[in-house]
C-alpha cells in the first residue's frame, strides 16, 4: 500500500511562491510516475504537472512556465515549486503515484494511478 503525504500549502499573496512536498512510503517510487493535481470545489481535478522516472516533465499550460515539478528518488518524495502565483492558482493540491505518463493531443496525464495523497491548500490572495 502506498501511501503520499503532501504538505507546503499554505496561503500568500498574488506574485508569491511556494513549494509543495509530496512524501511516499510503500514500493516502486523510483519506477513510478509522479504528479500534482489541484481542484476546487465544483471544478475537476486538474493535472498541474508530472514527472516519469526518468525525469521528463510535462507541465499544463497554466503551469508551463511558472511551476516546475522534481523528484527525489533517494527521499522519496517530489516537489512542486510554484513561482509568481496568481489568484487563480487557489486549490487543493494533490499529488498521485503511477505507472507512467501518456499523451494526447496537447495534453497529458498520469496513468496507472496507484494512491492519491489528502492533499495540501493554497491560497493565493491580496
Known amino acids: 500500500q502506498v501511501q503520499l503525504a503532501e504538505s507546503g500549502g499554505g496561503l500568500v499573496q498574488p506574485g508569491e511562491s511556494l513549494r509543495l512536498s509530496c512524501a511516499a512510503s510503500g514500493s516502486a517510487f523510483a519506477t513510478s510516475a509522479m504528479g500534482w493535481f489541484r481542484q476546487t470545489p465544483g471544478n475537476q481535478r486538474e493535472t498541474v504537472a508530472t514527472i516519469t522516472r526518468h525525469n521528463t516533465t510535462y507541465y499544463a499550460v497554466s503551469a508551463k512556465s511558472r511551476f516546475t515539478i522534481t523528484r527525489d528518488n533517494n527521499k522519496r518524495t517530489v516537489y512542486l515549486h510554484m513561482n509568481s502565483l496568481k489568484p487563480e492558482d487557489t486549490a487543493v493540491y494533490s499529488c498521485?503515484?503511477?505507472?507512467?505518463?501518456?499523451?494526447?493531443?496537447?495534453?497529458?496525464?498520469?496513468?496507472?494511478?496507484?494512491?492519491w495523497g489528502h492533499g495540501t491548500p493554497v491560497t493565493v490572495s491580496s
Open positions: 498521485a503515484q503511477g505507472t507512467g505518463v501518456g499523451c494526447e493531443g496537447p495534453g497529458c496525464f498520469m496513468a496507472g494511478i496507484q494512491s
